[in-house]
Every structure is written in structure tokens, then in C-alpha cells.
């Protein structure tokens, strides 16, 4: 039976984020624990996002827009604007720290965004890897088009396409977008699948899917989604995770002890430093 979940809503100052993973019933979609939407937003002229330097460990954060540009900087000394249709792919690893803003030469003429960011869990073996990012440009991903159907492979393979971000395990992640009372099927290949809809109103085999909803297909059905508007989604999933994990403000970790050492680290400055950045977003005291 379908599953639908709404997710939960946090407004941010001048932005709604919208949490549909975890929830109660989607602790996790394949490796994916962590799915935000972001807005859609209209910002007044001279006002941004501006979500100052905090640190990661033991996953990988993964941005799409469909408006909008943010700009990355982490501790690496990336800097990198992403805009609608690129990627970013930033590899927690044993370690890292990022902040993510609108760029100031944007700002004076007020701009809009609209996107997801998700995190996956690294498997076992790599979530103390070498912390890494990855930038990928929209006319690099794999895109397959047909009667009213725009379907782009944003991470791991789907359709019969692969996308060249790099992954750790089987990985399920497509932008959907599709023209009113057009459908596409799910892809069918993976053992966990989600449809995350942005905007739009839908059908998931004949069942109503309002905006801003997460469904769950049957496991291994051949699902189709349908648009009754012009809709945007999000399809996402793949390999289980290879064993449970825990969340704790922004660090993901199997051991619980590695994520108090996080904390402590955090705490004590051994995450780096950032270039232009004077702030940082301190430990919670939850």
C-alpha cells in the first residue's frame, strides 16, 4: 500500500524548509537520511540565505536547485556557486565544515530559490574517508526527455543512465519534472524508492499526492506518477544502509562515540578554518 508522509515545517526568517526524511515512517530511504526542501522563495532585494560555517561527518550532502544559486565554501578552500540544475556533492567523510549563502552581487535585485538538499549515510568502510567536494555542472548529468517528461540523474544511475557524481553504494537520486497530465514510471531497480513532490498535484497509480508530500511506492512495483499540474519532484533511494545510524544535530555516525568526539571537535576549533568566513554556528546545547 502507498505510503504518505507530510513532512515537517520549519520557517527560517524568510524561507520555509520543509523535513520529509526522517520521519516516523521513513527513518531512511536507502542511504539517504536527511531530505530538505527549500522554499520555493522570493527574496526582498538585499536579503539572502546565509547559513553560517557548521561541520559534517559520515555522509555526503547533496544540493539541487531549480532557482536560485548559492555559493559553497568549506574547509577545503571550495568555493563554488551552484545554480538550477548543477550539483553539488560534498563528502563529509571523517571530517568538514561549509557555509552556504546567497551571493552578494545577487542580492540587490532580490532573487528566488527553490531546491532540495539531502544527506546519505556513508557506508561502514568510507564514513571516515577523505572529506572531498565535487561540483557538476548541469549539462554534465544525464538527461532523458519524452512527451512532457524532463527526467535529469542527479547522483547514481537510473533509466538506463548513470550520472558521473561519485557514489558509495547503489544510489538512487532523479529530478522529475513534468508538463500537466504527462506521467513517467518510477524506475524499478532499487530496493528503496521515495517520490518527494515539490510543487504540483499528482497521481502515484491512480493515488492523489498533494504538493509538498513524500510518498512511498510498494516495494518493487512499477509505479507510475502522474502530473494533474505542472509538477516538479524529487525521486530518490537504493541500497539499504549496511547498519543503523545516528543523527545528532549535523553528524551521522554508526558510533555513537565517534559523534560525541565530533561535538568535541566542533568545540574546540579542529574542523579548520574558512576563507572569508569571521562566524561559525555554535554546538547546540540539546
Known sequence: MT??????????????????????QARSVGPFVFVD??????????VGIDVRPHPHI????????????????????????????????????????HSERSPEELRGGGQALHGMQTWVALPKPHEETAPAFHHHAA???????????TLRVIAGRAYGEE???????DTLNVAIDLAADEETKIDASHAERAVYV??????????????????LPDPG????????????????GGEPLDAPRHLWWNFVSSSKERIEQAKRDWQDGRFGGIADETESIPLPER
Open 3 to 24: 505510503t504518505i508522509i507530510a513532512p515537517r515545517e520549519h520557517d527560517i526568517g524568510n524561507m520555509m524548509v520543509r523535513r520529509a526524511v526522517p520521519t516516523i
Open 37 to 46: 526542501h527549500m522554499g520555493p522563495a522570493l527574496f526582498e532585494p538585499g
Open 58 to 97: 559520515g555522509l555526503a550532502t547533496v544540493t539541487f536547485l531549480w532557482a536560485g544559486t548559492i555559493r559553497h565554501r568549506d574547509t577545503l578552500g571550495s568555493r563554488q556557486d551552484i545554480s538550477p540544475g548543477d550539483v553539488n556533492w560534498m563528502t563529509a567523510g571523517r571530517g568538514i565544515a
Open 139 to 149: 549539462a554534465t548529468l544525464p538527461r532523458i526527455e519524452h512527451r512532457g517528461a
Open 163 to 169: 550520472s558521473p557524481v561519485g557514489v558509495f553504494s
Open 198 to 215: 515539490l510543487e504540483g498535484d499528482a497521481q502515484l497509480d491512480g493515488s492523489d499526492i498533494p504538493a509538498r508530500h513524500l510518498v
Open 221 to 236: 512495483s512499477p509505479a507510475v506518477l502522474r502530473a494533474k499540474t505542472p509538477l516538479k519532484a524529487l525521486l530518490f
